[in-house]
């Protein structure tokens, strides 16, 4: 293993994990007319581009900073990649987990008939493609570049099933996010390049040479990055996550609790520490301003999502409430809040991604989307819920769940901070989690299944459930290697 | 001894070769003898270009009478520029029409298509090359007249082409009018047409006659180049013309325009008197202006190529507002917007021009599901869109980039910032009407099954070059850029002499 | 006032032809009509650039090989009056070497119109419609209009008979005035480009025509219109 992880250099990786999903899309819509090469094209795909990140996560890891430039435009404007321990953080969760969604897809796509798969295999590709892209993008114009592919390939995903309330919910999808992307985020790009004369992602930030971290320009450059990248939902510019919902279920769980969300987060995760820099951020207005507003945002989403009934639409509000966490973060901007954040990336994913692929696999057995009916449900698919509650108290935050560690050292970090009230929302917002992600578990066991219900719900199918399974241990290894995990983010808060 | 009359052969050989067209028969014969002459004017002007931007500007004496007293041709770097631009546009188009006009003009027309667009070419180059005030005048008709019977030649398909050719008739000439109107003013204050003798009489002198004689040259020129909201000719000239028509009026006609307007501005005029801000100020106000207005007429019509020709009209502000910063700067930006623009556009109506002739329609419904239709028109088309829009990597980035960059360093009327805020807010409009067209093009499902006729490989080559260089200019911008900036600096040199007006 | 207004009455009508050409072309909606409001505008502008061209008392421009004939009324009448004469005498007298009476010619061309600036077009009391600029080089324009144009018009004029001056024979021609030969060049030029668009107008007129039965604005719009509806329809 560790050999075939060493067999080509990092920045081979590079080129070779961000082309390998694009040879795979040729070969997707290339073999349009035999599903079952399309799908396995796609699956050798994601193997070969698991691969490639693996290569690169593990030689960061080992202190290589690959990089890459693949286009100069103009002087100091570019389009190269560098990578550096979250983006290889994130490039690994993403890649590993659309493997496993991969999987998981089929079975949902198949199971339920759905139309133009290739399409959607294509889409997928690309978004991965994008996902990567941000990941390891060298500066800012990199990131909008790929920010917008991954806004673009993800649109004709989430509107897939082409009727009314599928428009609908595409077009708010696509509105929200090209719209303040191009409005706040674009913008925000132009005024760091006038202030300080390059984009380039680098550790300790730019900002600080060229603007007083206390003065307006730098809160109103934070507040056009923070809600330039809607994609990290925080409040008011959520409404596109719940609205996404009327996509199909990998769809939700792959993108909306990994790769498109994440792609969010982690852009403010990378934008606070390589162009604002952690020094710059701490204890200055501009960053109390947001720290608040994702205080607000973890409160009101979970209060939103106890009174949903559907069960995707709660996990979104879920989801909502959970990524302002990593907002919450990057803004407290010390050694704590920025490791927190950075785990809480990858927890959630996992965890979140089991949920949705729980809903999923309810759905596809029962044919029930809505947590009122499920009483007794759990029953009849013991499996399921099981994993699901598994993912649910990752996203609560109970050991030994990977979920745990990222709230203890956000609360920690609260702390530090000197925010306490910080640390009342964070306890709060767990205790709402109980109550909303653990209605649908405990209504499936303990209530008394309707007497309408007939015999013939069983439990899901093994597509659903082996890569539901798959992630839910997941959350269980992941805490045990939460130690690594830190380690391994060290350089990103060396020196705080 | 070539290189000696370079400044002049990319004018002469169209223009000669334009009546030998005529005795062709209606085949091939024009187009592919029409595409061979322009393509020596483009390589001709390429040569220019090299040549002005290392040894500075070239001068040629028409029959050897020189300046001032006779026509003298002088090209500097913003010429050479332009020309080689025209010219390329030319040598791409021409041979795209070969095939392209099968639908759009009656077969009888064919030679005289060709002579006209020869003509019309070479009164585009004519206008760049001359530093003549008066020979401006004279090019612009040439080119103006043969434009006007190119555009009703698209009678055949729409008759509406007819009348929007009336009405381009009408406004062109009374455009042309005003600016030799002015033209005539100006010899009255200088006794001269020579664009740099003029300007070194006029220096310093703001009269009425001087005023009066800006004033028209001005709306003359603003005119020709459809600056909102005397664009009226151009929506309904762009939908009902031959599409290599379009393709090659979007890319040169409007750009010649504003290369003239740059030419008298900064070159014939050129020093500070009340009436240049008062310009600067229209081009910054009605530039915006036109950038949203237009921009958002374009979201709400059915028709492709009008979606378009209002978005000409929108991008045409984009280039007025680097104009109106009157730094080499923002001069620059819009000479890298004007060449920019200029692929771009013709890409876009190229491609358009692809899906007319295979599918026979312009309207959006034909659109629909193109990207399985057609795959590589409708890719075309996406990459074409996309660098309209400004997405990064394309030319319609690097060339916003280069404009709000300019915007951030001149000191405007308005902040630079609301600036750059409302520049990407137009921006958003124009993700919405190419984001329509894109989104009817991969993901509706087309309507019934019509017969698509395959598009012929004349019209695929060049739509495939004129989409690659859209991408080719935004990834590699620095040559591009950088001869701009050396193009405006020389501009406002001879003219405004400080090297920025405010 | 009253007399500012009456000096430039050439102007008054250049503006009347002006605006009532324009007038008809926005206002008419038959298409010949608005060809012909489009040729008057046009026309306006023919007449503008006479005016600039003509020098008060001047003859036309051909080298008459030292002594000037019946020509010189014809042109003079064009402006005629006690005005123009002392104009014409003014320079008469100081036209004494080529260098003096081109700058002569120049300054008339450029003060035609001043009111009582008969005696000084070279200097002084300029409105400013009329303003000499300062400094202005006798420049080699001028010269050359004497020195080499001239022949070169002759020749084209077809006056075969006359000797191909060279530039000191331009100096018998000097006591002769001549109306600027520039503007009406030009003006041809214009002539040629104005008819060559009212034919372009006319035929576009005729296929409009033929393709729409009407050369009525209101009523090609009318049909427009319906096509329009039939495209949505269908």
Redesign the interface.
């Known amino acids: 293993m560790n050999a075939l992880l060493h067999m080509v250099s990092a920045e081979a990786a590079l080129v070779g994990a961000l082309i390998t999903p694009l040879i795979g899309l040729v070969f997707i819509s290339l073999l349009d007319r035999s599903p079952d090469a399309r799908e396995a094209s796609t699956l050798a795909t994601g193997l070969i581009t698991l691969l490639f990140v693996a290569t690169i996560f593990v030689a960061v890891g080992e202190g290589a900073r690959p990089s890459l430039t693949l286009?100069?435009?103009?002087?100091g404007?570019s389009?190269s990649f560098s990578v550096e321990p979250l983006g290889a953080l994130f490039g690994l969760i993403a890649s590993g987990l659309w493997l496993v969604n991969s999987v998981y897809s089929i079975g949902y796509m198949r199971g339920n008939n759905e139309k133009a798969q290739t399409r959607f295999y294509m889409s997928f590709a690309i978004a991965i493609t994008a996902a990567l892209g941000i990941a390891y993008s060298g500066n800012l114009?990199t990131f909008?570049?790929f920010y917008?592919t991954l806004t673009i390939s993800t649109f004709?995903l989430v509107?897939h099933k082409r009727d009314e309330k599928a428009r609908a919910g595409g077009r708010i999808y696509?509105g929200i996010l090209?719209?303040t992307s191009?409005?706040l985020l674009?913008?925000a790009i132009?005024?760091t390049?006038?202030l300080t004369g390059t984009t380039d992602f680098v550790l300790g930030g730019i900002i600080a040479e060229h603007v007083r971290p206390t003065s307006a320009w730098t809160a109103i450059l934070l507040c056009l990055f923070a809600y330039g990248t809607a994609k990290a939902a925080l409040m008011p510019t959520h409404p596109w996550l719940p609205n996404a919902m009327v996509a199909p279920t990998p769809v939700s769980a792959f993108l909306h609790a990994v790769a498109v969300v994440k792609a969010g987060v982690f852009g403010i995760m990378k934008i606070s520490l390589y162009t604002f820099g952690a020094q710059t951020l701490q204890g200055t207005i501009a960053s109390d301003i947001i720290l608040y507003i994702a205080a607000a945002s973890i409160l009101i989403a979970s209060a939103i999502a106890m009174t949903q009934d559907n069960l995707k639409a709660r996990l979104a509000y879920s989801t909502v409430s959970q990524l302002s966490y990593i907002t919450l973060g990057a803004m407290l901007a010390n050694r704590l809040g920025i490791i927190g954040g950075s785990t809480q990336i990858a927890a959630h994913a996992l965890g979140k991604m089991t949920l949705f692929m729980c809903a999923g696999a309810i759905y596809t057995a029962a044919h029930k989307s809505l947590v009122s009916e499920m009483r007794g449900l759990a029953r009849v698919m013991p499996y399921t819920f099981i994993a699901y509650i598994i993912g649910a108290c990752s996203i609560i935050g109970l050991p030994p769940m990977a979920g745990s560690w990222p709230k203890f050292f956000l609360m920690l970090g609260s702390v530090d901070r000197g925010e306490l009230i910080l640390l009342v929302v964070l306890i709060i917002s767990s205790l709402m989690n109980i109550v909303y992600l653990m209605a649908p578990a405990v209504r499936g066991f303990m209530d008394p299944p309707p007497e309408s219900q007939g015999t013939e719900i069983a439990e899901a199918p093994a597509f659903c459930l082996v890569p539901a399974w798959t992630t839910a241990i997941g959350t269980i290894i992941l805490f045990l290697l939460m130690g690594d995990l830190v380690r391994y983010l060290e350089p990103l808060v060396a020196g705080l | 001894m070539l290189l000696d009359d370079l400044p002049v052969l990319p004018v002469i050989v169209p223009l000669i070769a334009a009546p030998v067209c005529l005795l062709f028969p209606n085949n091939r014969v024009p187009g592919i003898f029409a595409s061979v002459v322009a393509a020596v004017s483009a390589i001709l002007a390429a040569m220019l270009l090299t040549d002005v931007a290392t040894n500075g500007p070239a001068n040629y004496d028409l029959g050897g009478?020189a300046a001032?007293?006779g026509i003298v041709y002088r090209v500097d770097i913003a010429g050479a520029l332009v020309m080689t631009l025209v010219a390329t546009m030319a040598a791409l188009t021409i041979p795209y029409a070969i095939r392209g006009i099968e639908k759009d003009i009656a077969p009888s027309q064919v030679s005289a298509f060709f002579a006209m667009f020869l003509i019309c070419f070479a009164g585009l180059i004519g206008v760049v090359a001359t530093g003549d005030a008066?020979n401006v005048?004279?090019f612009l008709?040439i080119s103006s007249?043969s434009t006007?019977?190119l555009v009703?030649m698209g009678?055949k398909r729409d008759?509406?082409a007819?009348?929007a050719?009336?009405t381009y008739?009408?406004l062109g000439?009374?455009g042309?009018?005003f600016f030799?109107?002015g033209l005539?003013l100006l010899?009255?204050?200088?006794?001269?047409?020579n664009m740099l003798?003029i300007h070194e009489?006029?220096v310093g002198?703001d009269?009425?006659?001087v005023r009066a004689a800006f004033a028209f040259i001005f709306t003359g020129l603003a005119l020709k180049l459809a600056m909102f909201p005397l664009h009226q000719w151009l929506p309904n000239a762009y939908t009902f013309a031959p599409s290599a028509v379009t393709a090659f009026l979007a890319s040169t006609a409007t750009k010649v325009a504003i290369y003239a307007m740059l030419r008298f501005l900064f070159t014939v005029f050129g020093f500070q008197f009340g009436f240049m801000d008062v310009a600067f100020g229209m081009f910054l106000l009605l530039g915006m202006v036109g950038m949203f207005v237009a921009s958002l007429i374009a979201v709400f019509r059915d028709d492709v190529k009008t979606v378009f020709a209002y978005s000409s009209v929108a991008q045409i502000g984009y280039m007025l507002l680097g104009i109106s910063f009157a730094t080499p700067e923002g001069v620059g930006a819009a000479l890298v917007y004007v060449v920019n623009h200029a692929v771009t556009k013709a890409a876009l109506f190229m491609a358009i021009g692809a899906v007319v002739y295979s599918i026979g329609s312009q309207?959006m419904p034909a659109f629909r599901g193109l990207a399985k239709r057609m795959p590589v028109t409708a890719g075309a088309l996406i990459v074409s869109g996309l660098a309209l829009v400004g997405?990064?990597?394309t030319a319609g980035?690097?060339s916003k980039?280069?404009l709000?960059?300019a915007a951030?360093e001149a000191t405007l009327p308005i902040p630079s910032?609301f600036l750059?805020?409302f520049i990407?807010?137009t921006?958003?409009l124009a993700?919405g009407y190419v984001?329509r067209l894109v989104w009817e093009m991969?993901?509706q499902e087309p309507e019934g099954q019509i017969e698509v006729k395959p598009v012929p490989l004349a019209m695929m080559v060049p739509m495939l070059i004129v989409a690659f260089l859209t991408f080719y200019l935004?990834?590699?911008?620095?040559g591009l850029?950088s001869l701009s900036e050396a193009a405006a600096r020389e501009l406002l040199n001879t003219g405004l002499g400080t090297g920025g007006a405010n | 006032m009253f007399e500012f207004i009456l000096e430039r009455y050439n102007y008054w009508i250049v503006i009347a032809l002006m605006m009532t050409g324009?007038y008809i072309?926005f206002s008419r909606g038959n298409?010949v009509k608005?060809?012909i409001g489009?040729n008057l505008?046009?026309t306006s502008?023919f007449i503008?650039?006479i005016t600039?061209g003509k020098v008060v008392g001047g003859t036309a421009p051909i080298l008459l090989g030292g002594h000037s004939d019946g020509d010189h009324d014809d042109h003079g009448s064009d402006h005629g009056g006690a005005h123009g004469e002392s104009h014409g005498e003014t320079h008469h007298d100081a036209a004494l070497s080529a260098d003096d009476a081109v700058a002569a010619v120049?300054g008339d061309?450029?003060n035609e119109l001043s009111p009582g600036a008969g005696s000084s077009s070279h200097d002084g009391d300029h409105t400013?419609?009329h303003?000499e600029?300062e400094g202005?080089p006798t420049?080699?324009?001028?010269t050359?209009t004497s020195e080499?144009?001239v022949p070169d018009l002759i020749t084209r004029a077809g006056s075969a008979d006359v000797p191909h001056a060279d530039g000191h024979g331009a100096d018998a021609a000097l006591d002769q005035l001549y109306s600027n030969p520039?503007?009406h060049v030009?003006i041809l030029?214009?002539i040629v480009?104005g008819v060559?668009?009212t034919a372009?107008?006319l035929s576009?007129?005729v296929?409009?025509r033929e393709?729409?039965g009407t050369v009525e604005e209101d009523d090609?719009e009318a049909i427009?219109n319906k096509?329009l509806l039939a495209?949505v329809v269908a």
């Not at chain 2, 010899?187 to 047409?193: F, H, K, N, S």
């Open positions: 286009f100069e435009m103009l002087p404007l389009v114009l909008f570049l917008e004709p509107s696509i090209m719209g191009i409005g674009l913008p132009i005024c390049y006038w | 009478w001032p007293l008066f005048f004279v008709e007249l006007y019977t009703a009678a008759r509406r007819l009348t050719a009336f008739l009408v000439t009374i042309a009018t030799v109107i005539g010899y009255q204050v200088t006794g001269t047409l003798d009489r006029l002198q009269n009425r006659v309207k997405v990064p990597m980035f690097i980039w280069v709000i960059r951030f910032l750059v805020l990407v807010s921006t958003l993700v984001g991969t993901l935004g990834v590699n911008a620095d850029v | 324009l072309v298409l608005t060809l489009l505008f046009q502008v503008f650039y600039v120049h061309l450029v400013s419609l303003h600029p202005l420049n080699s324009l001028y050359g080499e144009h520039l503007p030009l030029t214009a480009v060559a668009t372009v107008g576009l007129a296929r409009i393709a729409y090609i427009d096509t495209e």
